[in-house]
């Protein structure tokens, strides 16, 4: 069946640092790919997205590509400031239903 | 316009007791999803309706839970008897779907976190 690998946390940065969460899927077809992010105490929204092989998603900084030749979707960002700590879900949709990676602890220090 | 509301925020109950979450979809979503969230398991699927019909319920635990969803822009989790193993964050999440998700996004209330004690 579907699903997704995500690198385990926590992650730990200094600010201004590069930011890589590494996730890979393995999928029947070409699903879509999202990164949805959960701040403590909050529920899940949903950070950015891509729908088809190639395209990128970006939102706050943050960027992943969809590479349908490594079945990989890595979210990256140039530079994390201490409001990134959170914790980072990638999801894939599989028909009705997200199938989700187990999340990855981001934590930034100042 | 509002997101998915879901209440209450935060309930500690007794075991035994029986438990009520509540959620407000997003007006025009036609598709809802029950989530419970754990340190141990993670993110689990209960239970999905589409147009206000349960559509896969494979994930509710055993028979003590159960979900309705009474019309578009109601739907309650139910837990009866209570037990402590329960306690997690319940989270409720809205979509539009026609065929399938093909890329919407599923948006996602607060949650619920139930503490049973």
């Known amino acids: 069946g579907d699903s997704v690998t995500q690198m385990e946390g926590p992650v730990t940065l200094s600010e201004e640092a590069f930011l890589t969460i590494n996730c890979t899927y393995t999928?029947?077809?070409?699903?879509?790919l999202f990164w949805y992010v959960q701040y403590p105490g909050e529920g899940l929204q949903l950070l950015l997205k891509?729908?088809?092989a190639d395209d990128k998603g970006s939102n706050k900084g943050f960027e992943a590509t969809y590479r349908k030749e490594t079945t990989s979707f890595h979210l990256e960002k140039g530079s994390v400031q201490v409001s990134d700590s959170a914790v980072y879900f990638c999801?894939?949709?599989?028909?009705?239903?997200?199938?989700w990676g187990a999340g990855t602890k981001l934590i930034i220090k100042p | 316009d509002a997101g998915v509301i879901q209440s209450p925020r935060h309930e500690v109950t007794e075991m035994g007791q029986e438990v009520t979450l509540r959620c407000k979809p997003i007006?025009?979503?036609?598709?809802l999803f029950w989530y419970r969230q754990t340190m141990m398991r993670g993110l689990e699927l209960l239970i999905y309706f589409n147009n206000n019909v349960p559509i896969d319920d494979s994930g509710m635990p055993e028979d003590r839970f159960s979900a309705k969803m009474p019309n578009a822009s109601f739907s309650t989790l139910k837990i009866q008897p209570s037990e402590p193993r329960d306690s997690a964050v319940y989270f409720c999440?809205?979509?539009?779907?026609?065929?399938?998700?093909?890329?919407?996004?599923?948006?996602f209330g607060e949650g619920s976190w139930l503490t049973v004690v």
């Open positions: 891509a729908t088809k």
């Open positions: 999440a809205s979509s539009r779907m026609g065929r399938g998700l093909s890329g919407n996004t599923i948006y």
């Open positions: 007006s025009g979503h036609n598709s």
């Open positions: 999928a029947t077809g070409y699903p879509s």
């Open positions: 999801a894939l949709d599989s028909n009705y239903q997200l199938i």
